[in-house]
Structure formats: structure tokens, C-alpha cells
């Protein structure tokens, strides 16, 4: 049976080797953003909850960590805002508790962060990347179609009060999307709130896999650069440049179940696919077959190529 909690290790163009922990349904989320992978969701929620029993968690986590594989990051991510889980805190303070070796991520879209209690749910974990797209209220909206109780001034203030309790580190992930938020307005709004959340690091990121709205497009390299420039030439990466990662090594009879928990919740390339699990292009290639033919999965084209999804990623929880 695959675990419906955790995925991976997958390859991540941000953290490397990553085995992710998904805490929430999918796309149980408080944006709807224009560029998510997982695709659109009208629905967001601002509703907190124990979403699944942490001990359910906990058991999956278990016997993975257990057995000391290699991982550059163990990150609550998946296919939702895992900070909507109010059992976050509790599984952040259990893995660094009994695998303190580990280093502990949490990807987040950074709107719950004007919240105390978040905030102090997050201040055991080793690193905590928030997102930023935009300073300024309609580019926000128009990005991230956020529940209609968001105002981007109060997260960018959570995000500040937040840099003064955390110790650890704290990344800024900046979504380029061309024309949207690359004017000079835009961008002088966004150094502005960078400053004043001061993050450790900011990664520049761009449109990868298909997204839920066909008029988001990928930032070339000049765009990517123009912005780093205009954002400030230190503390600055662009995903995806000189960022070496090591393969994950399973074996052939793991591989299906691999496959199918990472396509349930983002897109992949045969290429990606290779990267995650270690096996050979033929070898992907042959699961991906069987899956096609099984209507587990479809395929659309991308700018990177041919991308494989879930067509029913709900269906995940009942296998």
C-alpha cells in the first residue's frame, strides 16, 4: 500500500534529496495560486485542523527514518498549505526529537504566518521558506487568489515577526511571473519587504511544470538575472542553477509506488523521474506505460517536455 503522507525522496530543485510530508488533503490550501502545479481550487480555507492523526503520520514516518537513508532535507510540503495542519508542530518537534541528524524544512506560502501560534509551531524546524510574489495587494490577488481575508501588508508583517523569534534559517522564495510582477514598481516594492523581513537567502524561482492558468509563463535567464540585480547581487540563487543534488537508489519493486505518490502531487518529467528514484529512462519509461495504460496517469506537453499527472490524485488515499 503507498503511504498517503509521505512521498519521496524526490528531487527537489530547491532542497536536493527531499522526503516530503504531506499534512493536509490535496490542494487544501488558503491560495488558489495562478501557478500552482497541482492545478486550480477554487475552495481556499483559512480553517486550521488536525486533518489526520498525528500518530498516523508518525507510523509512516517511522520506519523511513529509521532505516537512516541519505537526505539533504525532510520538508512538510505536499499538495496543500501544510500550515494549516494544526498537528505541524507536534510531527516538526517529533522528527527533531528522535532524528535530530536530519535537517527540517518547511515550505509554506507564508499566510498564516501573521499568526502567533503558527509562528511558534514553525520555531523548531531548521528552515522555513516562505513565499513572496508581490508587495502590492492586486498583483498578489491576481497571483495568488488568495481567500478573500488576506491583505499582503499583514503577511509581509507576520513574516517580520517572525524573522525576530526564529533562530534558524530563514529562505524567501520570490515566483517570477513576467509582466506580472517584474516592473520596476513591483520589483522596488519587493526589495523593499525583502529588507524588511531580512531572510537568510532568497531563491528565485520561475514557472517549471504546467500550471493551473495556460497565461503564466517561465522567466527566461535574462528575466531571472534582471531581477536578481534589481533585488540586490548577494544572498541571491535562481533555482535550478549549480544546485547538485544526489539520486535516490530504491528498488525496481518500490519504484511504481514512488512514481505514483510523486505524480499525485506535481508533475514530472521522464527526466525528473529518473532523478528521483534512481532507475534508468527505460525503466521510468515502462512504469509510466503501465500506469497510461491503466488510466492512472495522463500526459500533457510542457516547455520542458512531456509532463506525466495523476488523473485522480484523491484516489492516492485508497490505495
Not at 142 to 171: C, N
Amino acid at each position: 500500500m503507498a503511504p498517503k503522507h509521505i512521498f519521496g525522496p524526490v528531487l527537489s530543485r530547491r532542497l536536493g534529496l527531499s522526503l516530503g510530508i504531506d499534512l493536509v488533503p490535496y490542494k487544501t490550501c488558503s491560495f488558489n495560486c495562478a501557478y500552482c502545479e497541482c492545478g486550480p481550487e477554487p475552495f481556499t480555507t483559512v480553517i486550521r485542523k488536525e486533518f489526520f492523526p498525528p500518530e498516523e503520520v508518525i507510523a509512516e514516518l517511522e520506519p523511513v527514518l529509521a532505516s537512516r537513508p541519505h537526505l539533504d532535507s525532510v520538508t512538510f510540503a505536499g499538495s496543500g498549505e501544510p500550515t494549516l495542519s494544526l498537528s505541524i508542530g507536534e510531527i516538526i518537534a517529533w522528527v527533531k526529537r528522535k532524528y535530530p541528524g536530519y535537517t527540517v524544512s518547511v515550505l509554506t506560502n507564508g499566510s498564516l504566518l501573521p499568526d502567533a501560534d503558527v509562528r511558534a509551531e514553525l520555531l523548531s524546524a531548521d528552515r522555513v521558506i516562505p513565499t513572496l510574489t508581490s508587495a502590492f495587494q492586486p498583483a498578489f490577488e491576481q497571483i495568488h487568489r488568495p481567500h478573500p481575508s488576506f491583505r499582503i501588508d499583514t503577511i509581509i508583517e507576520g513574516m517580520v515577526q517572525f524573522r525576530k523569534q526564529y533562530s534558524g534559517a530563514l529562505w524567501l522564495e520570490v515566483f517570477v511571473i513576467p509582466g506580472i510582477n517584474t516592473t520596476d514598481p513591483e520589483l522596488e516594492g519587493l526589495k523593499e519587504a525583502i529588507q524588511r523581513i531580512d531572510p537568510d537567502l532568497i531563491q528565485l524561482n520561475s514557472l517549471d511544470r504546467p500550471a493551473a492558468e495556460p497565461w503564466v509563463a517561465a522567466a527566461t535567464d535574462t528575466e531571472l538575472d534582471r531581477v536578481r540585480k534589481a533585488l540586490g547581487e548577494t544572498g541571491i540563487e535562481i533555482v535550478g542553477r549549480n544546485h547538485p543534488v544526489s539520486p535516490a537508489t530504491l528498488a525496481a519493486t518500490e519504484a511504481t509506488d514512488l512514481i505514483r505518490a510523486t505524480l499525485s502531487r506535481r508533475s514530472s518529467t521522464v527526466e525528473d523521474l529518473v532523478h528521483t528514484t534512481g532507475l534508468s529512462g527505460g525503466e521510468v519509461a515502462k512504469i509510466l506505460g503501465t500506469l497510461e495504460r491503466a488510466g492512472e496517469i495522463t500526459s500533457q506537453r510542457g516547455t520542458r517536455g512531456v509532463f506525466y499527472l495523476f488523473k485522480n490524485p484523491d484516489a492516492m488515499e485508497m490505495r
